[in-house]
């Protein structure tokens, strides 16, 4: 059974740093393109960052391109996202994804093979 699960939500200030971790289980991290996407009250839920198989290619919204920053551990069968320079429209709930696919910024959620259960960022102005 596949299990994704993110840690590391919390509370920041606006220009402060949060980092997100995602362990997967019942998968090889180094079959799956793994990444983040994320879901503010009222709105669909987006694309937000990702990184390919052996985590040499990444890919990030405009929004949050210059201050995320994705990376993966293949041995460790994690994924993080280093958050800086953080914004008030940051807060969302924040989901981990795998997929054997390539995870790219035209991915849409539908077509995400996997999911974590979320975590939930909060940024204050």
């Known amino acids: 059974q596949v299990h994704l699960a993110e840690s590391g939500g919390g509370l920041a200030q606006a220009g402060g740093s949060l980092r997100l971790s995602c362990i997967a289980s019942g998968i090889a991290a180094s079959n799956y393109a793994m990444g983040w996407f994320r879901q503010a009250p009222g709105k669909e839920r987006e694309f937000v960052t990702a990184v390919s198989w052996a985590g040499g290619t990444q890919f990030y919204a405009d929004s949050v391109k210059g201050r995320f920053t994705v990376s993966k551990d293949t041995a460790k069968n994690t994924a993080s996202l280093q958050m800086d320079y953080l914004k008030p429209e940051d807060t969302a709930d924040y989901y981990c994804?795998?997929?054997?696919?390539?995870?790219?910024?035209?991915?849409?959620?539908?077509?995400?093979?996997?999911w974590g259960r979320g975590t939930l960022v909060t940024v204050s102005s």
């Open positions: 994804a795998a997929d054997l696919s390539l995870i790219t910024t035209k991915t849409v959620p539908p077509e995400v093979d996997f």
